[in-house]
């Protein structure tokens, strides 16, 4: 197998610890029941790695990879500014769905200390906005 994509002919490149990461973090949130509706949700100032649905709850999801505690590990990294911005792009994200009603939301993380299923740690309603 060579390094080449086969339709552009340039080298592919490899995934970053961060995608494989993102990859973990949905297929657990599927085994555990949850819908996934997106996936890297940008807007301008924020975004939110992964919404998902939990039967009527909307789930804004950050996902946080750190292999060196020695910065704090995964839940220290989610400071109180990355926190707004995750706000921010939820709020875009609810502004840019036709709804009757806001649906009752929740902030979850999901901190690996390795790229493991195995070493997941699944923080629900990890933060709020109020």
């Known amino acids: 197998m ?3 994509d086969s339709t552009s002919g340039q080298a592919r490149r490899p995934q970053t610890a961060g995608v494989i990461a993102e ?3 949905a297929r657990f949130l599927e085994r555990h029941g949850l819908t996934i509706l997106a996936r890297n949700y940008r807007c301008r100032g924020g ?10 709850v909307l789930v ?3 996902v946080r990879l750190r292999r060196n505690a020695g910065y704090g590990g995964a839940a220290a990294s ?4 990355k926190q707004r911005r995750i706000a921010l792009a939820a709020r875009h994200y609810l502004a840019s769905q036709a ?4 649906p009752e939301c929740r902030f979850d993380c999901l901190l690996l200390d390795a790229l493991s299923e ?3 740690e699944w ?4 933060f709020s906005t109020a």
């Open 47 to 56: 975004e939110v790695d992964i919404i998902c649905r939990e039967e009527r």
């Open 123 to 126: 923080l629900r309603a990890a």
């Open 99 to 102: 709804r009757n009603a806001e």
């Open 23 to 25: 990859q973990l973090a």
């Open 2 to 4: 060579n390094d080449q």
């Open 78 to 81: 989610i400071t109180a500014t």
């Open 60 to 62: 804004f999801v950050e």
């Open 118 to 120: 195995a070493a997941i």
